[in-house]
């Protein structure tokens, strides 16, 4: 109560309204995030964060009037103490090295994980952290510029307004395309703004003598503060374009993620095709259940991976297929995302629920339709959801720490409308898959003969393939010369490609086929790896198929069905020598390409480092005895805040040692006797002397209360050198301070352990 009685009415007016300023502009600046986490609780960490800072600021440097940097300090003692306990509550919240490191990677990097999630982000993820940094370091900024004094109302009145405009900055710039609650962002900050920078000014100028002027004044000004804040909005819009041209930085960052690294599943799939009687086979998984699907009716398609880059080997997924400037190019990118999607997508509501099976496991996710949220359930579940990425021009999903038999989760999605028809139009915009697929001229154009509409091209192909193709897995001992993969090779060869008399394959060339041809004739196409649900939602290998799907003029994509252009008429039997006779040298099979891998071989590329250091660490902590865990638990509770507290007070000491060492060495002889008696009165104050200071009470005056024999003869000493008629020597200098030392000790042994060690940390003497 002794410290708060320091300051006026006034001076705690003051302070109250700034802070008070300082709190709103970053309320209604955070408020900005909403379209980018689910929850709110992102806003709440962001103003206690505020708060704390400006409470500290206020109390440390207004009231105690010690240096802000006491203040910074303070705060950050805030961040690592708070920080686990709001942020990383998947952490437990308990502060120690493990939760301050991930405090700090976070903290770190965490701009670039949320750059890198699609949004909404959870509202409960470690991306916390980035609201609590936001809300602890504006507060801090904005309340130790507001206390700037300067008589010039251009530098001191708006200064504390650049934190905040920095924050508001920064979250739009975090955001996302369409900008959220708009008015709240340009209208309330910047009436707040004008208003604050108005008081501001009005402290600064001189008072205005007439009551009744002054409120005239005062609402003159806020009325034009809300016309200029109404008008802000509609201007700002007009004069900025709109939302296309909304300058954000989630679009000029390409999230460090790399599909294409994966196998392409559709390459494997010979391991699902029914084996002949008699034969068997380990890798088989025919008649192996995969996952079991619940919630979706039969019939429904499950997509497992969605491949729309051909590099004449193979079909594999990839990011940014899609040329720049069709629809859903600009979403067409593996992102992470929480457990809520915004998917723009609309159609029949589906809840569903999967169970891997045992024939499953990789890093390709089965859903169906344009997913809304997922969440995984069970031991790893935390680990999944942080890996989990979705592509929204794919409606694709990937975990790449990899499912495994038991995993189970849980999802939501919405099925779009899946009608195609030749009279269907398309949008003409194809990517590279058209250039890819130069070497099917001749068939692109003389199996739609007749039709001039891609669409009815399409079709016609369609019906080509389906009329003139036979069906085979190549596994029975007549068909072996038909093999496996979808290269270049294998769909233009003489046995079984466009150059046989006719094309014989299965899902995997038909597909493959069907799709280049779609591309090279005008009609963005894609090959879809999946499976058909059956009854009982019990999926096995014998479920499993491949599908073409092309883009119509609305940007969405519509399923070319497989039993559209692929038969299931078998090829007659031949000689298998009788038709390597015919052919020539027989060209083997292309070497198999490995399906995707187990879990322990997949990780995610940009988090590996991260992760293996997390992972090492964890594995020290399981590996220690219970002694070394009460020993780090002692270190974390005791250790680390008794040494932020150690660092906090010895930079106290070590500001008065620097101080002491100013005064003395001063390049004036004169100005060191002058810095060696504020030492001895400086002193005497840190004791808890009532020594008066300032430029009307001299040193003889200040030796009388100092109470102490010396101090008379040492301040007749100084002011003989200062104002005496010759120049000092630095050897009078010097001896002046060792009598000033001598009194000093003189001071301190009058005097208890307790007081001395009060003195060494009071920072009485630094405020002015």
Known sequence: ?????????????????????????????????????????????????????????????????????????????????????????????????????????????????????????????????????????????????????????????????????ALLALVILLGVGRPHQLWLQGGAFGVLALAWLGLRNAR????????????????????????????????????????????????????????????????SFRRYVQLPPGRSDPRNLHDTELFTIEGVPAGSRVRIAVLDRYDGVVWGASNNAQPP????????????????????????????????????????????????SLRFDGPDSTTLSESFRYNLATSSAVTPSGVRPGDVYTFTSVQPDDDLTPQSTTTGVVGAAADAAGFLDTQAVQWSEGESQPMRRVFAIARHLKTEGKYSDGVIESEKI???????????????????????????????????LANRIGVPAR???????PEGGHVTGADVHAWVEVQVSDGSWRTLPTDLF??????????????????????????????????????????????????????????????????????AYVGVPLVAITILLSSVVVAKLLRRRRR??????SARFVGAWRELVDHARDLGQAVPVGAGVTRREQSRLLGTPGAGTLAQRADSHVFGPRLPRPRDAESFWEAVEAERRAMSEGVSLRRRVRAALNLTTFRP
């Open 204 to 267: 600064i100028s001189a008072p205005v003598r007439s009551t009744q002027g002054k409120l005239v004044r005062i609402g003159t000004g806020a009325a034009l503060v809300g016309v200029a804040g109404l008008l802000s909005l509609p201007v700002g819009t007009w004069a900025s374009g709109g939302d296309a041209d909304r300058v954000i930085l989630r679009t000029h960052v390409d999230p460090p993620f790399d599909v294409g690294q994966y196998p392409s599943p559709l390459a």
């Open 1 to 165: 109560m002794r410290l708060l009685r320091r300051l006026t009415l006034s001076q705690a007016r003051t302070v109250a309204v700034d802070a008070a300023f300082v709190l709103a502009l970053v309320a209604v600046a955070v408020a900005g995030l909403g379209a980018t986490y689910t929850e709110t609780e992102f806003w709440w960490i962001a103003m206690l964060g505020a708060l704390l800072a400006v409470l500290s600021t206020v109390v440390v440097t207004i009231v105690l009037r010690w240096p802000s940097v006491v203040a910074a300090l303070l705060v950050l003692l805030w961040y690592f103490l708070l920080g686990p306990l709001l942020c990383l509550r998947q952490q437990d919240g308990l502060p120690g090295p493990s939760g301050w490191r991930l405090l700090v990677d976070e903290t770190l990097f965490g701009w670039k994980d949320l750059l890198t999630t699609l949004p909404p982000v959870d509202g409960e993820s470690r991306l916390l952290v980035l609201p609590w940094v936001l809300g602890l370091v504006t507060g801090l900024l904005a309340t130790v510029l507001s206390m700037v004094k300067s008589r010039r109302a251009l530098v001191s009145g708006p200064l504390p307004l650049l934190p905040p405009l």
């Open 325 to 372: 400037g069709s629809p859903g190019a600009a979403s067409d990118t593996y992102q992470r995302v929480s457990s809520v999607i915004d998917n723009p997508a609309r159609g029949r509501h589906v809840d569903a629920r999967v169970t891997i099976g045992p024939g499953y496991s990789g890093v390709w996710l089965p859903t169906t339709g344009a997913l809304q």
């Open 664 to 669: 003395r060495t001063r390049a004036r002889i």
């Open 482 to 516: 038909y093999h496996a993969g979808h290269n270049r090779y294998r769909l233009t060869d003489d046995t079984g490609g466009v150059n046989a008399p006719f094309v014989v394959g299965n899902d995997e060339q038909y597909a493959a086929l069907m799709a280049l």
């Open 527 to 533: 090959v879809v790896f999946g499976a058909v649900v």
């Open 566 to 635: 692929m038969d299931k008429d078998r090829p007659a039997e031949q000689q298998t020598t009788r038709q390597q006779q015919q052919s020539g040298t027989v060209v083997p099979p292309p070497a198999p390409i490995p399906p995707p891998s187990t879990t322990g071989e997949q990780n995610d590329a940009d988090m590996k480092v991260r992760k293996n250091r997390s992972t090492a660490k964890d594995a020290q902590d399981d590996q220690a005895g219970p002694v070394s865990v009460w020993v780090q638990r002692l270190v």
